[in-house]
């Protein structure tokens, strides 16, 4: 079947989302995936933006933005980011979120600060200028913190998979165990990080990622390879299945210009 690495993991990712949840995305691949799952299998899901956009769907193709008239022409309210964040985020109300990752590490821990070439903040003990600025969290931050349970998704390169994260821009279990509970957080933190290649879940005691499943135009060893820590594989490891004809339909009736149409 003709689809792309994009595309599968967009529609792995809608396949976590489930009918009647609270739901928030960004723009770009998260919001591909939150609105495939709307479109495919849980047309109730509720789904808002970080802008404070409530209710509803893209019209003419993907937004640009997160308040874009592609995505707020047709919402049943509009209000902004301190009652997206702080009220259905920050309250604990929102059931799942989905944000991206440049640099990950093996707890979930999301950088999108900085890229540092010698020593990142955390072996200087200080702030230090990064070799390559990002653009940051942006609403990242309150999706990992507040949300239920939120996804991450990331193009599966052994460069952003780190063994330690050189900034954290938004937690996932920190250094492990419970260390989230020691921070009050009212999330629970990620569920799964979900890549061109696979599916990683936390293990229940550690919280260390492992290999649960995998793509099926890829092996175990290549998942491996492209880890840049020792990769746990699940005993019961088992292929993805691949998309269906009506999965594939449905993406591209939301992506219709094909703008995240990549190989």
Known sequence: MDYTRQEFMAIVTGRELKDGELAIFGVGLSMLAGYFAQKN?????????????????????????????????NATSFTNAIDALCVLVGSGRCDVGIIGAAQLDKYGNVNTTGIWAEDPPWKAGRYTMPKSRLNGSGGANEIAVGCKRYIIMATHEKRRFAEKVDYISSPGYINGGNDREKYGFPGGGPSAIITTLGIMRPDPVTKEFYLESYFPYTTIDEVKENTGWDLKVSPDVKVVPEPTAEELKNLREVDVTGSLRKK
Not at 47 to 63: D, I, N, Q
């Open 41 to 73: 299998h849980a047309p109730d899901l509720m789904a808002f933006t970080e802008g404070g956009v409530f209710g509803s769907t893209p019209v003419g193709g993907l937004p640009w933005g997160i308040e874009c008239n592609r995505i707020s022409a």
